[in-house]
Nanobody
Framework: QVQLVESGGGLVQAGGSLRLSCAASGVTFNSYAMGWLRQAPGNEREFVAVISWSGGITYYAVSVKGRFTISRDNGKNTVYLQMNNLKPEDTAVYYC?????????????????WGQGTQVTVSS
C-alpha cells in the first residue's frame, strides 16, 4: 500500500520559515518525480514545486521561486519543501505528490499518488 505522509505545517508570521516533509512508503521512491501542490480555500489546487527522481532537475511556480526550495533524500524516502519569507498568500493546504513524469506533477492531474495534506497558515 502506497502512502505519502506530509508533516511540518503550522502557523507562522509573514516573513517566517517552515520546512515541510513528505515520507513515502510502499513505493520505489527513487523511480518517481516528487512534488508539492497547494490549495487555498476557494481556489483550485496549484503546482508549487517538483524534483526529478535523481534530484538533478527542479521546477518552481513563479509565485514561490527564490523563496521555496525542494529537495529529496532517496535514502530516507523523503522529499522536503523549505519555505522562506512566507507571505499570507502562501496560506493553503500543501499536498505531496508522486508520479513517474515531472510533467504530470506540474499539471497536478492524473497523479499516481498524493498525500492527505498539511495546513500552512501565514499571518500578516
Amino acid at each position: 500500500q502506497v502512502q505519502l505522509v506530509e508533516s511540518g505545517g503550522g502557523l507562522v508570521q509573514a516573513g517566517g520559515s517552515l520546512r515541510l516533509s513528505c515520507a513515502a512508503s510502499g513505493v520505489t521512491f527513487n523511480s518517481y518525480a516528487m512534488g508539492w501542490l497547494r490549495q487555498a480555500p476557494g481556489n483550485e489546487r496549484e503546482f508549487v514545486a517538483v524534483i526529478s527522481w535523481s534530484g538533478g532537475i527542479t521546477y518552481y511556480a513563479v509565485s514561490v521561486k527564490g523563496r521555496f526550495t525542494i529537495s529529496r533524500d532517496n535514502g530516507k524516502n523523503t522529499v522536503y519543501l523549505q519555505m522562506n519569507n512566507l507571505k499570507p498568500e502562501d496560506t493553503a493546504v500543501y499536498y505531496c505528490a508522486a508520479d513517474d513524469r515531472i510533467q504530470t506533477v506540474v499539471a497536478g492531474t492524473g497523479l499516481s499518488y498524493w498525500g492527505q495534506g498539511t495546513q500552512v497558515t501565514v499571518s500578516s
